[in-house]
């Protein structure tokens, strides 16, 4: 049983910056690639970063330069730093597990938390 659980959202001014953790219990994390995706009111879900096992990332275009995921596999904790924020960024932001190990273009959420709310005020 994969369980993820979020933390760290909240509510910061424009220009701000947040850190999103996400701890995994469970045998998926070291092996399998994670990332977070986000969900706003009336847009499409957008997978935002992704992190393979060995630490490759990447980026979603609309937070590159301003967004970083990291890992512990030690800790089963993904971790998404969000710095310059916009009230573009404003979601509800989800931590996800795929099944397997590749990178952005073809990452799959499979498992997921349930969600952190970040709000951008301006």
């Known amino acids: 049983q994969v369980q993820l659980v979020e933390s760290g959202g909240g509510l910061v001014q424009a220009g701000g910056s947040l850190r999103l953790s996400c701890a995994a219990s469970?045998?998926?994390?070291?092996?399998?690639?994670m990332g977070w995706y986000r969900q706003a009111p009336g847009k499409q879900r957008e997978l935002v970063a992704v992190i393979t096992s060995g630490g490759s990332t990447n980026y979603a275009d609309s937070v590159k330069g301003r967004f970083t995921i990291s890992r512990d596999n030690a800790e089963n904790t993904v971790y998404l730093q969000m710095n310059r924020l916009k009230p573009e960024d404003t979601a509800v932001y989800y931590c996800t597990g795929d099944v397997r190990n590749l990178g952005y273009r073809d990452y799959k959420g499979v498992f997921w938390g349930h969600g952190t709310q970040v709000t951008v005020s301006s």
């Open positions: 469970g045998s998926i994390f070291s092996r399998n690639a």
